[in-house]
């Protein structure tokens, strides 16, 4: 059976990011970083187990006349690392940047501890350091080595 051509498989964008080298099947993650609902009203695309030369297969998410803020590129480095962040302005690709994990955490993760204290009523921010081993809670001394998906705040 005969493939459609690449290009038809999503389409480019007028205004708005791209942000493309999502691991397969973490888009909907990235949807949940930026907030996105069945009430957003911006234009999406989502492409998802798409074929990419460098990874085998990835996730696309093209969003129309939205610019990323820092804490939400920040947050979609820690589940795709390789990921690009395409500006696109008039149909152009103005700007293409890659994402870094930050060495330190504030309120982007929830400590998997139920007694870190940044888990109580206190008004404190989950703090974590990123190392080898995993998300080390500079509270408790947890490390969050699974599912760092699924803690991020
Ligand atoms: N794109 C888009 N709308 C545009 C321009 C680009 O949706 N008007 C998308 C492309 O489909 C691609 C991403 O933005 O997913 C980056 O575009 P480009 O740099 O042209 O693609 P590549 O060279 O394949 O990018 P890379 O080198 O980062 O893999």
């Given at each position: 059976m005969s493939e459609p051509?690449?290009?038809?498989q999503i389409s480019p964008i007028r205004n708005g990011t791209v942000i493309d080298h999502?691991?397969?099947?973490e888009a909907f993650n990235v949807l949940r970083i930026l907030g996105i609902?069945?009430?957003?009203?911006e234009t999406l695309s989502i492409a998802t187990n798409v074929a990419s030369a460098k990874a085998g297969r990835k996730d696309i998410v093209k969003i129309e006349n939205r610019e990323l803020k820092k804490e939400e590129v920040d947050r979609i480095a820690l589940i795709a690392p390789q990921a690009t962040i395409n500006i696109i302005r008039n149909y152009l690709v103005f700007d293409k940047k890659g994402v870094q994990i930050p060495k330190l955490l504030h309120g982007v993760v929830k400590c998997p501890?139920?007694?870190?204290?940044?888990?109580?009523?206190?008004?404190i921010q989950s703090r974590f350091e990123v190392t080898k081993k995993g998300l080390h809670c500079?509270?408790?001394?947890?490390?969050?080595?699974?599912?760092i998906a699924g803690h991020i705040i």
């Open positions: 051509p690449k290009s038809l999502i691991p397969a099947g609902t069945r009430a957003t009203k501890n139920p007694g870190c204290i940044s888990n109580t009523n206190e008004p500079l509270y408790c001394d947890w490390y969050l080595t699974e599912d």
